[in-house]
C-alpha cells in the first residue's frame, strides 16, 4: 500500500507546518508522506525547533518551502493549518483535497505575551501548547481527515 502524501501548509512554512511536518515523520512514517510549504518562506522558527527538540523530535533539519516548488508532487491531502493559507491556498492538480485545521500562531501569541511582560518561559509555553495540539491532530491521521474536510 502506498504512503499518503500529505502537505501540511502555512503563511510562512516556519512554525506550524514545520511542527506538523516534524511530528508526522516521527509518529506516521509507516503510512504518510508528509511535506510542510508556505505561500512564501520564513526561514525555520528557533523556537519551534527547540520545543519540538524537548518533545524530542529534531526538525532543525528541515528547510523552509514555497509552495511552488513543491507542485510537482502528487498530492493526496493537503492541510492548511493557519487562516491565511486556508484563504489563498492555490489550486493543486490532480485530485488533491484540501482540509482545514486552524492551529494558534505561536509567533504571535509569544509577541503578546512579551507585550505583558511575560519571561521567555511562558512565551515558549505558548510554542508548547500549540505543538501538542498539533501531536494530537498528527496522531490521528489519516482517519480525522474525513472529519475535517472542507
Not at 519540538?52 to 533539519?61: C, P, T
Amino acid at each position: 500500500m502506498s504512503k499518503l502524501k500529505i502537505l501540511f501548509l502555512c503563511t510562512g512554512n516556519s512554525c506550524r507546518s514545520q511542527m506538523a511536518e516534524g511530528w508526522a515523520h516521527a509518529l506516521k512514517s509507516d503510512v504518510l508522506e508528509p511535506y510542510s510549504a508556505g505561500i512564501e518562506t520564513h526561514g525555520l522558527n528557533p523556537n519551534a525547533v527547540k520545543v519540538m527538540a524537548e518533545a524530542g523530535v529534531d526538525i532543525s533539519g528541515q528547510k523552509s518551502e514555497n509552495i511552488k516548488d513543491l507542485m510537482h508532487i502528487d498530492l493526496d491531502v493537503v492541510v492548511t493549518v493557519c487562516g491565511h493559507a486556508h484563504e489563498t491556498c492555490p489550486v493543486f492538480p490532480a485530485d488533491a483535497r484540501v482540509v482545514h485545521v486552524g492551529f494558534d500562531d505561536p509567533p504571535k501569541l509569544a509577541r503578546e505575551l512579551a507585550e505583558k511582560g511575560a519571561s521567555e518561559e511562558d512565551q515558549l509555553d505558548a510554542y508548547r501548547r500549540v505543538r501538542d495540539q498539533i501531536k494530537t491532530f498528527v496522531e490521528q491521521l489519516p482517519e480525522n481527515l474525513e472529519e475535517n474536510a472542507s
